[in-house]
């Protein structure tokens, strides 16, 4: 079978594309990068078949980062184990764990796909993994609040955030025309992640279904926290969650693989390369191809000075704090409805298959309905959400059915704003954006903290979602002013 001509100035800006993104170590380095042909059938099922298994251990991956929604599953397990220790600890001391664990993940996805070029992707998943895995070994031995939320913060969050591109970007290069398919589907483990390792831990802490029952005053309201026969078994959760995640680490860091010489982008070019790669909708495509060629920011600086950057670094601010709240505080405020811990446990597996298993769906909605549409139906459903929470009293179902729609609409908005970054700013300025906009995700997260933490003891837990209401409508109105489409104009030289 003859190899299609490619067009030279594609194949140029490929070339360029690859060069800047995706060089791995030496030690994965097999064939010559520049070689662009035909693979026959016969190949392309194994090329296949390689993905297949490439995914995998992507979603093995992300069933270890899935750690970073199983927080507020936990939390009120490790409150009460540090309150025996130190009986200053209070609940609201915890909780700034998850908006801190944020912003350290959010904060170096950029660096690790960075870092991957130069030590290579199986290094950089091996290291990720084994530094998650060996942190809640010794969060095992931890009894000081301080040193806790250090390592917690910073051992589990920065190498999660450092990871979390990796598996995506090799399985865009076995399946470079459905990159919807191997992001939702990847990312579906950091939601089935949660799901899984929610039950566990709680079967290991409190597998009778305890309820807090030993008070304590804080902030002038009376608290209560697990009894000793749930928090002593802590320790040994920790440690059981170390060695899960080290296993699922090595069966990663064995299948995950950057084929660094396969250009499948390139198969469906025909005769002169006139015709665009099948699979993609050219309109509303969630990824850049160089293929594809259309007007696109030039510069960081061009992008910054626009007014779509702004819009969208004060959508996602506004838009994401309801959800990562009601992540962070799921199970504490449940408690204050008068639901059980069993009850609170199956509420918050199933609210993280409905974050990260839905992020496939959105993705789907986005090629063929864009952006816009999808925030503002998300922004209506999350002001509904966040204005009906206050009043559900002791209604397992109504919070069942709020919390899940909120993390379903969740899950839309952080699979949304990388592609729309993408498709406003184009393949160059685009991620970077993209970084920026996860950045802001930390803070808005830390936002929604520090609204828990100052306004509960004062205005309860009412008076804080009616000020989230607040920050929603913002989003709404943006979200209507919102145009996804720029005209870049050329920057002088």
Known sequence: ???????????QSDHEFDKHHHHESQADDHGDEHHLREYTQKELRSIKIQGVICLIGGIALHFVLGTFYLWGGISPYVGAYMKDKDPSVTQSTLQIIFP??????????SFGVKLAQRIGYKTMV????????LAFLILSFINNIYAFIFIYCFMVGIPSGLVYMLPIICGWKFFPFNRGMVSGLIIAGYGFGAFIFNFVCKAICNPNNEEPSVPFEEDGKIKKYFPKDVFKHVPFMFQMMALSYFILTIIATLLIKYPRDLHLEYQAVLGDGTKKPSGINHEKSIDYHPTVLHAECETLGQGIKSRPFWFLIVMVLCSVIFGLLMANCYK?????????????TVLGSVQSVCNGGSRFLWAVLFDKYGFKKLYLVISVINLICSATIGYINNSYAGYFIILCLTMFCEGGLLSCYPAVSAK???????????????????????????????????????GVFWIVFGFCCVAFVLGVLFKEEHEWKKEKK
């Open 100 to 109: 801190i664990l944020g912003i350290g993940l959010f904060s170096v996805l």
């Open 424 to 462: 406003v700013f184009g393949h160059k300025v685009g991620p970077v954006i993209y970084g920026g906009l996860f950045f802001v995700i930390g803070i808005s997260n830390m936002l929604g903290y520090l609204l828990y933490k100052f306004g509960e003891p004062k205005i309860g837990y009412n």
């Open 332 to 344: 504490v405020f449940g408690q204050t409805l008068g639901i059980d811990d069993s009850s609170l």
């Open 126 to 133: 091996g290291l990720g993994g084994s530094i998650i895995s």
């Open 1 to 11: 079978m003859k190899p299609q001509e490619i067009p030279q100035q594609a194949a």
